[in-house]
């Protein structure tokens, strides 16, 4: 973990009423330890996908603002779709630049104003046809998931609400002085690669407070993450994982950040994106 800057982890959701559900966690990283400041739902005053979407701009340039232009936001939904799929839809030239041109791009064409995100991620379902993950799923083996659309749904929500911030994403930009870093990360990767534990949702067949008080643990010995008991009750007892997600996307960007995100492969294509964690698995040393 690094010894300065502020780092926020989003779990994201794509239900409606999605300001309801996301949630986010900031880290303070300090020399020797790094402390759960805030564990909150930001976009609870204007739960709508429509009003997240208005609202993502303004709300990093505010907690970029408060952290003293020295702020990493990690979100853990895809920026990108696959090369295969962006080829298909025709987006590859602005996907090659970033999410924030592809945001555009697909929003223009699928969300006119006052268009619905479910049915803009039916149309553009009814275009690819079946998934394709990207290089960097497969990297960090993500599971797509369940339901038609559902996957697709997240991530074009996603990449439409970053299209107007004004931020660096990774690896498309380098990382400015002052200016907002965002990265995607996948908070199932961490407890997977740190403690050989998975499926500590309630819905996961395995999962229950016990795994997600493990991970607590293993956060606690492993990244020096400080936190209250209050926090830690929540995190536990939330059983749809997204309070805990939330603070592990936030470990995942501080742990990318510490090595200067220097972490994809030379065969990724640039317009997928990657995935960024921990910079190794710590079983391999």
Request: positive net charge.
């Amino acid at each position: 973990m690094p010894e300065r800057g502020t780092f926020v982890g989003v779990a994201w959701s794509a239900a409606q009423g999605a300001g309801n559900h996301i949630v986010a966690a900031r880290l303070h990283c300090e020399p020797e330890r790094a402390r759960l400041s805030r564990l909150w739902r930001p976009f609870q005053q204007a739960p709508a996908r429509r009003n997240v979407i208005e609202r993502m701009a303004g709300w990093l340039a505010e907690e970029n603002r408060a952290a003293d232009r020295r702020l990493t936001v990690g979100f853990d939904f895809p920026f990108s779709l696959a090369e295969t799929h962006l080829r298909q839809l025709g987006v590859l030239r602005q996907a090659i630049s970033g999410p924030a041109a592809l945001g555009r791009a697909l929003s223009e064409r699928y969300l006119p104003a006052g268009a619905d995100v479910g049915a803009a991620a039916d149309a553009v379902r009814a275009e690819l046809g079946r998934d394709q993950p990207r290089s960097t799923d497969c990297y960090r083996a993500v599971v797509p998931l369940p339901g038609r659309a559902a996957s697709l749904r997240r991530a074009l929500f996603g990449i439409v609400a970053l299209s107007g911030a004004e931020a660096a994403f990774l690896p498309w930009d380098e990382p400015e002085a002052g200016r907002t870093t965002v990265v995607e990360v996948h908070p199932s990767h961490l407890p997977r690669v740190l403690a050989g534990i998975c499926g500590y949702r309630d819905g996961d067949g395995k999962g229950r407070p016990a795994l997600r008080a493990a991970v607590l643990r293993t956060l606690r010995s492993t990244a020096r993450l400080r936190f209250e008991m209050e926090e830690a009750a929540e995190m536990v007892g939330d059983g749809t994982g997204a309070t805990l997600d939330a603070v592990l996307g936030a470990v995942a960007a501080a742990s990318a950040s510490q090595g200067s995100f220097h972490q994809v492969p030379h065969d990724v294509p640039r317009s997928e994106g990657w995935i960024y964690s921990v910079p190794e698995e710590p079983w391999r040393r």
